[in-house]
């Protein structure tokens, strides 16, 4: 008869192993049918920092980077105690089509499987790794340019005359919109298979807590507890750079909204009473243009990447903990 501590085991090293390797494989996938795309969307969104000369250095990158590849180290080293102290017991208990193995061939057996699943888990954890931090660095980038593209424009509205060239500054938002697009098309579902990933790992860590720590050796339970932490590092920064570009976004269009209905002064020798008609057209047209545009990130098309988004998975997963832990106790 199999026991309770078996078989949850069994379950959550299913889990924790195959869904890591699936949305790893997914996303690798992903990755090299749209490798094109992703090279565009990168050198788009660069060529625009440069122009605008705002190429700016994330140190918070290397900070992400630094504390995934050390959880992972942490979830490498737990994982390989724990398959070497389950060694023994596995060696006794592995058979083939009904009959019992030599001893020697099942250490054999034991040992390879032990070392393939440390090498898969291993390469995928440094897949999503790499797909999280060139996510994250790509979509911050996007919003360093929007910022930069705001900065010039406050610039332009304070200290310009009537004669400013609008039409430059709806070309420039339309290099912009161009390389939300290409990110969109390039990442659209590296995003969405990511966030699956994290989320299900955070659901993993409640089954095992609401299941009992108990039937868990001390090593796998240290495995799965660390690696949910990386995901849930890798869901904040994502979450992060997009809600960032959003809130640039935002920005933008009250801003130039703000500017497109008050009066413009052609000149600081005017009196107040005398409004540039020009200038006020002219922003105005610029307001209706960005006003009627959409900068935002989605995953695959299914959610887009703001606050809304946030506020819907923090409470799911607030709902799905209430639930696991008020029947998983029972």
Known sequence: MLSVHYFSRFIVLSLFV?????????????????????????????????????????????IIAACVATLNVVVTSTLTLYV?????????????????????????????????????????????MFISILLYETISSLSDGVRAYRKSLIRKMVNTSDRICVQEYILEFRRIVDCVDRVEAGFSWSILFL????????????????????????????????????????FIAIAKSGIQLSKEEDTL???????????????????????????????????????????????????ALNNAFLLSVVGVMFTYGVLIFQFGRR
């Open 18 to 62: 195959n869904a890591c390797n699936s949305f790893s494989l997914i996303s690798t996938l992903i990755l090299i049918v749209k490798r094109k795309k992703i090279f565009k969307a990168v050198r788009n969104i660069y060529l625009l920092l440069w122009r605008r000369k705002a190429i700016f250095y994330h140190i918070d990158v290397y």
């Open 195 to 234: 966030i699956i990933s994290n989320v299900s790992s955070f659901f993993l860590i409640l089954s095992v807590l609401a299941t009992g720590i108990n039937y868990f050796q001390r090593m796998l339970l240290a495995s799965i507890v660390v690696s949910s932490i990386i995901s849930l590092v890798e």
């Open 253 to 303: 269009k009250n801003l130039v909204t703000y500017f497109s209905e008050r009066s413009f002064l052609s000149d600081e020798c005017l009196t107040k009473e005398k409004i540039s008609l020009p200038r006020l057209h002219g922003f105005s047209l610029l307001a209706n243009t960005l006003r009627g545009t959409t900068i935002e990130l989605t995953g695959g098309g299914m959610f």
């Open 84 to 128: 070497y102290e389950s060694h023994d017991e596995k060696v006794d208990t592995q058979t083939i089509f009904g009959h019992v193995l030599v001893y020697h061939l099942q250490k054999i057996h034991v040992y390879i499987h032990s070392c393939l699943v440390l090498i898969s888990y291993s390469i995928d954890s440094l897949t999503m």
